[in-house]
């Protein structure tokens, strides 16, 4: 063979090979499991209807207002703030993190978004490791998380005014 074969051949192989590493099949996204706490359509309006019959009703008459008892957050605001959450928590030596929600009303005064309604807000929690040398011999699998107070809470997601019902 040539000179000029030879590189033909290098040529028309080297393209080969990058052809069929490019034709790889991606992998696809794992499916993920729903978690064990998640509830079914018909008991979420079981648990509206009684909100709404036990403490809404007592809210609203005492509060002589329709209010708010439902809350929207948008799905990516929640993950930035997730991953935000995880960043700062690490960071300050937190682990088994957590959320807790708060129920809140706004002070019936100019600059709050909606004077005198309800809110509800998101804490970040945590447990705070301590160092590899400690040891308790009475360890227990259930701790309650404390509120991880050095990072900010999560507010104002979208509230209905007077609120809807569960469609």
């Not at 998380?145 to 809470?153: C, F, G, K, S």
């Amino acid at each position: 063979m040539n000179t000029k074969s030879i590189q033909k051949l290098a040529l028309f192989v080297i393209i080969m090979v990058l052809s069929f590493q490019s034709c790889e099949e991606k992998p696809k996204p794992q499916k993920i499991k729903p978690p064990k706490q998640i509830i079914d359509y018909d008991y979420a309006q079981k648990l509206e209807e009684e909100y709404k019959n036990t403490r809404g009703a007592i809210i609203n008459k005492y509060l002589q207002i329709e209010d708010t008892r439902e809350f929207w957050f948008d799905l990516e605001e929640l993950k930035k703030y997730i991953a935000f959450v995880e960043q700062e928590a690490d960071s300050l030596g937190y682990k088994r993190l957590g959320i807790r929600i708060y129920n809140g009303a706004y002070p019936n005064e100019k600059g709050f978004p909606d004077p005198g309604y309800s809110t509800v807000f998101i804490v970040p929690t945590g447990h705070k490791t301590k160092s590899k040398a400690s040891f308790s011999p009475i360890s227990s699998t259930f701790v309650i998380n404390d509120n991880i107070h050095e990072i900010p809470a999560y507010n104002y997601g979208h509230a209905g005014k007077p609120p809807k019902h569960v469609n």
